[in-house]
T-cell receptor
Framework: DTGVSQNPRHKITKRGQNVTFRCDPI?????LYWYRQTLGQGPEFLTY????????KSRLLSDRFSAERPKGSFSTLEIQRTEQGDSAMYLC???????????FGDGTRLSIL | GENVEQHPSTLSVQEGDSAVIKCTYS??????FPWYKQELGKGPQLIID?????GEKKDQRIAVTLNKTAKHFSLHITETQPEDSAVYFC???????????FGAGTQVVVTP
């Protein structure tokens, strides 16, 4: 049974650089979600997709953030001109259909030097 | 929007004892309440969930209760074991297929 896969697991970059994360959801899961988790806090919603359509974006998702799910399968989250405050764990989740739970990947930890 | 508060932030229990974590939510329209367990370096793992048309749900040593009038729900773990040590998160949403609003988490430590 293949779960949600996220790559890379850890990314270290200098302030001002661009970074991109990838999420591969569970096969046939229509919805894909991105959350951000900082130390000692619960995950915070960023955005979600149904197939390739981005249905909702949080106010947390500034202009420097962009997410795509081009063919309704994997998704990418890009952060441009990274800042210290972007340091966090970025979590991806997927769900099959309404009334089915969200299943999370193990996240990508972003560290900004 | 929805706001979820979770207590306590840390919980230390002796192996074999019970652990209870409580959460309150603000939006009376919330109708789906999952609980996740997160181990160090891992993503949250769903352990149990409950919908607003049910007052209680049990799965082996884990149970969740929901009081819609008071807008709070609780996680009960009985006969705790060292492998229950982790951070537990409650969440709430008005749409089980939409975004989840999480509590701040409870660090549970089970001592042998």
């Amino acid at each position: 049974d293949t779960g949600v896969s996220q790559n890379p697991r850890h990314k270290i970059t200098k302030r001002g650089q661009n970074v991109t994360f990838r999420c591969d959801p569970i096969s046939e899961h229509n919805r894909l979600y991105w959350y951000r988790q900082t130390l000692g806090q619960g995950p915070e919603f960023l955005t979600y997709f149904q197939n390739e359509a981005q249905l909702e974006k949080s106010r947390l998702l500034s202009d420097r953030f962009s997410a795509e799910r081009p063919k309704g399968s994997f998704s990418t989250l890009e952060i441009q001109r990274t800042e210290q405050g972007d340091s966090a764990m970025y979590l991806c989740a997927s769900s099959f259909r309404s009334n089915q739970p969200q299943h999370f990947g193990d996240g990508t930890r972003l560290s900004i030097l | 929007g929805e706001n979820v508060e979770q207590h306590p932030s840390t919980l230390s229990v002796q192996e074999g004892d019970s652990a209870v974590i409580k959460c309150t939510y603000s939006d009376s329209a919330s109708n789906y309440f999952p609980w996740y367990k997160q181990e160090l370096g891992k993503g949250p793992q769903l352990i149990i969930d409950i919908r607003s048309n049910v007052g209680e749900k049990k799965d082996q040593r884990i149970a969740v209760t929901l009081n819609k009038t008071a807008k709070h729900f609780s996680l009960h773990i009985t006969e705790t074991q060292p492998e229950d040590s982790a951070v537990y998160f409650c969440a709430a949403t008005t749409d089980s297929w939409g975004k989840l609003q999480f509590g701040a988490g409870t660090q549970v430590v089970v001592t042998p």
